[in-house]
């Protein structure tokens, strides 16, 4: 038997990843588990060319993006994610947002990572590899990859169904 206490949906707010999101409340709501929710904000700094001399400031603008993840991440959760699962919104600062995923699954003892992934074709993905891959290859606890679109396995209950209407 399985025991999911604790589960990571990693998201950058594609398609991909709302597909993720669903199987991840799902997966936490079956298991009982904490559902984490991670969005990784691509740090700025680490992409300007620093051959010119100084940086700009910059800091105003990271922390507009940041503020902006925090209130995508606050929209996508329901009052049931956070009473019921105890959603754990959760925005960090990488320019590797594969590592920042393993690190934070390490850090919150995560054991399972729920992520999207794009399907790209075969040449986009030898020369852009996948954050997805990455992931699996590193992570301390299984990754489940979901591919939008797809069969939809995750489908409303038919009494929560009948309920609304």
């Not at 950058?12 to 990784?40: I, K, P």
């Not at 794009?118 to 990754?143: D, I, K, Q």
């Amino acid at each position: 038997m399985m025991n999911l206490k604790h589960i990571l949906v990693a998201t950058d707010f594609g398609e991909a990843s709302d597909t993720a999101f669903t199987y991840g409340r799902e997966l936490a709501r079956r298991f009982g588990a904490t559902l984490h929710v991670l969005h990784v904000v691509s740090d700025v700094a680490s992409r300007i060319d620093l051959a010119g001399g100084l940086p700009p400031d910059i800091g105003h603008f990271q922390a507009d993006i940041e503020d902006c993840a925090h209130r995508d991440l606050e929209a996508l959760l329901t009052d049931e994610d956070r009473h019921l699962l105890n959603a754990q919104p959760v925005v960090t600062t990488s320019a590797i947002p594969e590592r920042a995923i393993v690190a934070y699954a390490a850090d919150a003892h995560i054991d399972l990572i729920v992520m999207g992934t794009h399907g790209r074709g075969p040449v986009a993905h030898l020369f852009l590899g996948s954050v997805a891959e990455r992931v699996v290859r590193h992570a301390p606890c299984p990754v489940l990859t979901v591919r939008h679109p797809e069969h939809e396995f995750v489908h409303p209950d038919a009494l929560e169904t009948l309920a609304r209407a």
